[in-house]
Structures are given as C-alpha cells and as structure tokens.
C-alpha cells in the first residue's frame, strides 16, 4: 500500500490533492497547523486510510514528531507533496524581517525540514515520490518579493533533491499553479481592496483557456508525477495555469 504525506492539506489545493491521491488507491497523512477533519473524513470516504496530525513545518522537532505518528498510524511514507504555505504580501519598502521570514520559512524551510525526514524511509525503500509547489510567482510578482523568492526557491531545492535521490528511484518535481480560486487568493483579493468577482475576471481575462483554476486541477497534475508511470520524470516544473506567459 503506498502512503502519501501532504502538508497544508486542511483546506485549498492541499485537500484536493489529498482526496486525488486517495481516489488513486493511496492512504494519506494530512499535515497541517488547523483541524484537518474535513480532509480524513474525504479521504476515508474513498475507502483509504487517513491520518490528521497537528504540526508545523517549520519546526523540525514537530516535523520528527508527525513522522513517527505517521509511521506508526498507516507505515513508511512513499509520496511527499510539500504544498503548505502562507503569503504576507507587501510592497519590498514597507515589508518587515518578520513578513519576510514568515514566507521563507513556511515554503523553503518547511520543504526542506519535510524532505529530510521524509527521503530516509524512501531510500531504504528504494523507491519514493516527492512533489513541491511553486508558483508562477517565481518568475516575479508585485507585492510579493518574499513569496516569489520562497517560489523560486523551491525550484532550485527540488532539482538539487532530484539529483541527489536520483540514484536512489526517487524523483523529486514541481508543480507551478497560476490562479487558483482558493482562501489563499481570496485572500490576496480582499487585503488589495478589490471584489473577488473583478479581480477574478480580470485575472484571466488574457487566459487561453479562459478560466480561474480549480484545486482539483492542481491535484491532477500532482497526482501524476507522485504515480508510478512518472518514473522518468524528475527535476521539472510543470506549470498548472492555462497558459499563463509569465
Ligand atoms: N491559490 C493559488 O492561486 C496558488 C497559486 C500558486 C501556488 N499556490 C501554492 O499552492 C499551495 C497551497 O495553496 P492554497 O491556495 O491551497 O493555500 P491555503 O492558504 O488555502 O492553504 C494552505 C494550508 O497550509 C497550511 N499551513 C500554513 N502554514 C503551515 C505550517 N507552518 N505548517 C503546516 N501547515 C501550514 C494552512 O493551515 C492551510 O491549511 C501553497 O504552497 C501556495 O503557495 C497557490
């Protein structure tokens, strides 16, 4: 039976991938900071099983602890998908140390902390799944020079993961999102003063495809490169937007 961690999965994409990865045959681990009951009780109802554990990424000593529980409630973990994250968005000459730190330490620190603890089962195993997400905010966002670094970041951990675990039958990639109607970018919406219907019409107003994205379809493409016929891809960024240019 494969077993999958995601982080952040309480709610937004991070639950969506959860309830995919299920649906695939996978039992899951939600890692999160706030209740995840909604999650297990998704997942459970695909017939799978399902384990909440209250924990922040950035805290190695939480990171240790929600492993062991993980390992105990449903075995050795195979697939990570690192999704938890947070933004505090402010323009570069008014954003604090703490805004600043806050985001760095959520998405690099967190996939760093997660990854360690997680590639040492896959290892022995000789065999494992990691998936990070990105951001078409990496290549640069108004507003968001802490979350498009952490975004940017994330790509450069992922492929240096991917080399180092190569060898071992473990890929590593990452999945780059562009809007996303989530309480992340409901959130941005409201702290810029603007109405959700506006700012999503004109967000995808360029599209090709003409629409917001569903965490649904962020989840599919997660769900691919964590199966077993992605063996062959590693290292890559695979850009979930609807054709978004950046
Ligand atoms: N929504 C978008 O448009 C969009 C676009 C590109 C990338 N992303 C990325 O996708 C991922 C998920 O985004 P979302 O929109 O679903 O966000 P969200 O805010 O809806 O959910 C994020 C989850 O992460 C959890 N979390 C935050 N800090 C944590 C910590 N320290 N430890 C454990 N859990 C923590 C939160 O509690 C929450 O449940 C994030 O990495 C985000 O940067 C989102």
């Not at 909440?52 to 697939?79: M, N, S, W, Y």
């Not at 799944?129 to 975004?151: E, F, M, P, T, W």
Request: with cysteine; charged share 20%.
């Amino acid at each position: 039976m494969t077993v999958a961690v995601v982080t952040g999965a309480a709610r937004g994409i991070g639950a969506a991938i959860a309830v995919r990865l299920a649906r695939d045959g996978m039992d899951v681990a939600v890692v999160d900071l706030t209740d995840s009951s909604d999650t297990e009780r998704d997942v459970s109802a695909l017939g799978r099983r399902a384990s909440g554990v209250g924990a922040d990424v950035t805290c190695a000593k939480d990171v240790d602890a929600a492993f062991h529980r993980i390992e105990q409630d449903l075995g050795p973990v195979q697939v990570l998908v690192n999704n938890a994250g947070v933004t505090r968005d402010a323009l570069l000459f008014r954003m604090s140390e703490k805004e600043w730190s806050a985001v760095l330490d959520v998405h690099l620190t967190g996939a760093f902390l997660m990854t360690r603890r997680a590639q040492a089962g896959m290892v022995e195993a000789g065999w494992g799944r990691i998936v990070s997400l990105s951001s078409v905010a990496a290549h640069g966002n108004r507003g968001q020079v802490n979350y498009s670094a952490a975004k940017a970041g994330i790509i450069g951990f992922a492929r240096t993961a991917a080399l180092e675990l190569g060898p071992f039958g473990i890929t590593s990639n990452v999945v780059a999102p562009g809007y996303i109607d989530t309480p992340m970018l409901r959130a941005v919406a409201d702290r810029t003063g603007r109405e959700w219907g506006p700012y999503a019409a004109a967000a995808v107003a360029d599209l090709p495809v003409r629409r917001m994205g569903t965490s649904e379809d962020v989840a599919a493409a997660v769900a691919f490169l964590a199966s077993r016929e992605a063996s062959y891809i590693t290292g890559e960024v695979l850009n979930v937007g609807g054709g978004l240019r950046v």
